[in-house]
């Protein structure tokens, strides 16, 4: 009896690590894939691509919040914008050492700490998750509209410039990334780290509490688990993540402007999110990068509708896809195993 | 035999309604004591100002000689004292297993022991066969097994189990009756259990705390309280359980 169930203990860890890393198996595909796309595609897609990539890490800073935590925030712009302005204003500031870097260093500070200051607040006094939805709409309002208040500093309306960082190597000199292919592949890397260590977070001891804690509250609260600060740690995590990928699409964009920041981005991201799939990572990585490419190929081909395409394939998505693109691809595979099995 | 947990004069009103008046309590390390009562007599209410979910409006709470009347369910959770609910709360989605390391992740338990642990605990509440299984295609007895086992996992040393029997097959009942005499011998756990089931309680062959419109009508073993004429008038009374 024992041996048999120690048996059956080990089967079904190997199933579960099995699971695991289908998704890493994906990925490095897929990063295989997007790291040789430039030998064969150049211009504007090159030019375009790791801004698309840095949407994708937005919307893995949001997959990471309501996939995994059950929190949606309409507040994710806020925090990619933040990151634009703070990249935009290390630019300008002399500190002696390459300015965007410390950028890169400050800009997931800001987000976290702001993140970690709203969710203390919010979570301690138990607010309900549609509530919380609200007041990170009204995070993007309030973002937005310090942007365009604040002209001296943000341009206001006008938005604001930024140089593009070269990358520097102290006394060994520096790469300019003027060009798209040196920046595609400063940016490109930086994208899979911070996708590499979410993922480790989310596959972790810390991840596995969320899902608990998205699960099933009451129970994670009487096992010991202090779920506010867990919440906390994960809204400040995730705005971190946003910051940091705002800062480096404002380096690369050269431009920020109010917009950025505000409620109709905030939807995008969550409609990213949506259709992509929120329980994976990879899917909101991926599902950023490519409904951000249809969007804009959609937007030249039919000025006035892509929008209501792309609303139509949310609804699509929403009413026939619970788990969204990567919940059906997951379901049809555990299907097609199954099947293989008898 | 020392006293793990004791309560004074524990009193709990809901807007002038009596739930709890004045209840002395005392349950000694590595023993089982159940309460009993009619709907309405203040049973889960009493539990749960154990567990730290309701506060009490008067009385204080003592365990292990410590006044833990104003902690949190946190806290209560973290110096070891862990609820089974009515309803069996569990993560519906998740396996078995998934279940267990859950529970197993709010211990200092490293890494290394982890799968040791989750499987142990599997075998213990018999569901080391089902531990692929999201948990919701489980039955219910098997339900409840788990959520005891979460509170194992979670190296509970008092567990509060609120009607761990509802809803199990005969069967499945003297099967909880053993898992829970062998977790109070082997483990030297101390269980409070609020039941309905008369064959349980005898099962369990445990003194037996009686509950009746909020205050402690009697205690005794359970020869004493089924003997007992008030008891058995409340429950005849009642007419939902058969004392005989």
């Given at each position: 009896?024992?041996?048999?169930?120690?048996?059956?203990?080990?089967?079904?860890?190997?199933?579960?690590?099995?699971?695991?890393f289908?998704e890493e198996k994906v990925a490095v595909i897929v990063f295989i894939i997007f790291a040789l796309l430039p030998i064969f595609i150049t211009g504007y897609p090159i030019y375009i691509l790791p801004q698309y990539m840095l949407f994708g890490v937005l919307a893995m800073s949001l997959a990471l919040?309501?996939?995994?935590?059950?929190?949606?925030?309409?507040?994710q712009?806020?925090f990619f914008?933040?990151g634009a302005?703070t990249m935009g204003?290390a630019m300008?500031?002399?500190?002696?050492v390459n300015s965007g870097y410390i950028g890169i260093l400050i800009s997931p500070l800001v987000g976290g700490?702001?993140?970690?200051?709203?969710?203390?607040?919010?979570?301690?006094?138990?607010?309900?998750?549609?509530?919380?939805?609200?007041?990170?709409?009204?995070?993007?309002?309030?973002?937005?509209?310090?942007?365009?208040?604040?002209?001296?500093?943000?341009?206001?309306?006008?938005?604001?410039?930024i140089d593009r960082m070269p990358l520097t190597f102290g006394t060994f000199g520096e790469i300019s990334l003027f060009n798209d292919i040196p920046a595609y592949y400063a940016i490109f890397p930086v994208v899979i780290a911070i996708y590499v260590f979410v993922r480790w977070l989310a596959t972790g001891?810390?991840g596995?509490?969320?899902?608990?804690?998205?699960?099933?509250?009451?129970?994670?609260?009487?096992?010991?688990?202090?779920?506010?600060?867990?919440?906390?740690?994960?809204?400040?995590l995730s705005g971190a993540i946003a910051c940091l990928a705002g800062a480096l699409y404002g380096a690369h964009a050269n431009?920020v402007?109010?917009?950025?920041?505000?409620?109709?981005?905030?939807?995008?991201v969550?409609?990213w999110?949506?259709?992509a799939?929120?329980?994976s990572l990879l899917a909101a990585l991926l599902g950023g990068i490519l409904v951000a490419s249809?969007?804009?190929?959609?937007?030249?081909?039919?000025?006035?509708?892509?929008?209501?395409?792309?609303?139509?394939?949310?609804?699509?998505?929403?009413?026939?896809?619970?788990?969204?693109?990567?919940?059906?691809?997951?379901?049809?595979?555990?299907?097609?195993?199954?099947?293989?099995?008898? | 035999?020392?006293?793990?947990?004791?309560?004074?004069?524990?009193?709990?009103?809901?807007?002038?309604?009596?739930?709890?008046?004045?209840?002395?309590?005392?349950?000694?390390?590595?023993?089982?004591?159940?309460?009993?009562?009619?709907?309405?007599?203040?049973?889960?209410?009493?539990?749960?100002?154990?567990?730290?979910?309701?506060?009490?409006?008067?009385?204080?709470?003592?365990?292990?000689?410590?006044?833990?009347?104003?902690?949190?369910?946190?806290?209560?959770?973290?110096?070891?004292?862990?609820?089974?609910?009515?309803?069996?709360?569990?993560?519906?989605?998740?396996?078995?297993?998934?279940?267990?390391?859950?529970?197993?992740?709010?211990?200092?338990?490293?890494?290394?022991?982890?799968?040791?642990?989750?499987?142990?605990?599997?075998?213990?509440?018999?569901?080391?066969?089902?531990?692929?299984?999201?948990?919701?295609?489980?039955?219910?007895?098997?339900?409840?097994?788990?959520?005891?086992?979460?509170?194992?996992?979670?190296?509970?040393?008092?567990?509060?189990?609120?009607?761990?029997?509802?809803?199990?097959?005969?069967?499945?009942?003297?099967?909880?009756?053993?898992?829970?005499?062998?977790?109070?011998?082997?483990?030297?756990?101390?269980?409070?259990?609020?039941?309905?089931?008369?064959?349980?309680?005898?099962?369990?062959?445990?003194?037996?705390?009686?509950?009746?419109?909020?205050?402690?009508?009697?205690?005794?073993?359970?020869?004493?309280?089924?003997?007992?004429?008030?008891?058995?008038?409340?429950?005849?009374?009642?007419?939902?359980?058969?004392?005989?």
């Amino acid at each position: 009896m024992t041996q048999r169930s120690e048996k059956q203990g080990i089967e079904s860890a190997a199933i579960r690590s099995r699971n695991r890393f289908s998704e890493e198996k994906v990925a490095v595909i897929v990063f295989i894939i997007f790291a040789l796309l430039p030998i064969f595609i150049t211009g504007y897609p090159i030019y375009i691509l790791p801004q698309y990539m840095l949407f994708g890490v937005l919307a893995m800073s949001l997959a990471l919040l309501w996939g995994f935590v059950g929190i949606l925030s309409f507040g994710q712009a806020a925090f990619f914008a933040l990151g634009a302005y703070t990249m935009g204003l290390a630019m300008q500031t002399n500190f002696g050492v390459n300015s965007g870097y410390i950028g890169i260093l400050i800009s997931p500070l800001v987000g976290g700490v702001l993140a970690a200051i709203t969710g203390y607040f919010l979570f301690n006094a138990g607010v309900k998750a549609t509530y919380f939805v609200l007041v990170t709409l009204a995070l993007s309002i309030m973002i937005e509209q310090i942007a365009v208040s604040q002209s001296d500093i943000t341009g206001g309306w006008n938005g604001m410039y930024i140089d593009r960082m070269p990358l520097t190597f102290g006394t060994f000199g520096e790469i300019s990334l003027f060009n798209d292919i040196p920046a595609y592949y400063a940016i490109f890397p930086v994208v899979i780290a911070i996708y590499v260590f979410v993922r480790w977070l989310a596959t972790g001891r810390f991840g596995k509490i969320l899902i608990g804690i998205r699960e099933n509250e009451d129970r994670m609260t009487a096992l010991g688990f202090n779920i506010s600060a867990y919440k906390t740690g994960a809204f400040a995590l995730s705005g971190a993540i946003a910051c940091l990928a705002g800062a480096l699409y404002g380096a690369h964009a050269n431009f920020v402007a109010p917009s950025l920041g505000g409620v109709l981005f905030s939807t995008e991201v969550v409609v990213w999110v949506a259709i992509a799939g929120r329980a994976s990572l990879l899917a909101a990585l991926l599902g950023g990068i490519l409904v951000a490419s249809l969007s804009n190929y959609l937007s030249t081909i039919t000025p006035d509708y892509w929008q209501l395409v792309l609303g139509i394939i949310f609804i699509l998505v929403i009413v026939f896809l619970k788990g969204g693109v990567a919940g059906a691809i997951s379901d049809l595979s555990k299907h097609l195993q199954s099947k293989v099995k008898r | 035999m020392s006293s793990l947990l004791r309560t004074e004069g524990l009193t709990k009103h809901f807007a002038g309604l009596v739930a709890n008046e004045a209840i002395n309590f005392e349950l000694n390390t590595g023993s089982i004591q159940c309460v009993i009562g009619p709907n309405g007599a203040g049973k889960t209410t009493f539990i749960s100002m154990i567990s730290g979910h309701l506060q009490p409006n008067e009385g204080r709470i003592y365990y292990k000689d410590q006044d833990i009347t104003k902690l949190n369910v946190v806290k209560r959770a973290r110096i070891g004292i862990a609820r089974k609910f009515q309803t069996p709360t569990i993560f519906d989605e998740l396996t078995a297993y998934d279940n267990i390391e859950l529970a197993v992740l709010g211990t200092d338990c490293p890494y290394s022991d982890r799968n040791k642990n989750i499987n142990e605990v599997l075998e213990i509440v018999h569901l080391t066969n089902e531990s692929d299984k999201p948990v919701k295609f489980l039955s219910h007895g098997q339900r409840q097994w788990l959520e005891i086992g979460l509170l194992l996992a979670v190296k509970a040393e008092l567990l509060l189990l609120d009607e761990p029997t509802a809803g199990m097959t005969v069967e499945e009942t003297e099967s909880t009756a053993r898992l829970i005499k062998h977790l109070t011998q082997e483990f030297q756990l101390s269980v409070i259990i609020i039941e309905h089931d008369i064959n349980f309680i005898r099962d369990l062959n445990a003194p037996v705390t009686v509950l009746h419109l909020g205050r402690v009508l009697m205690e005794g073993s359970f020869e004493q309280v089924s003997a007992n004429e008030k008891v058995r008038e409340i429950y005849l009374g009642h007419g939902n359980a058969n004392l005989a």
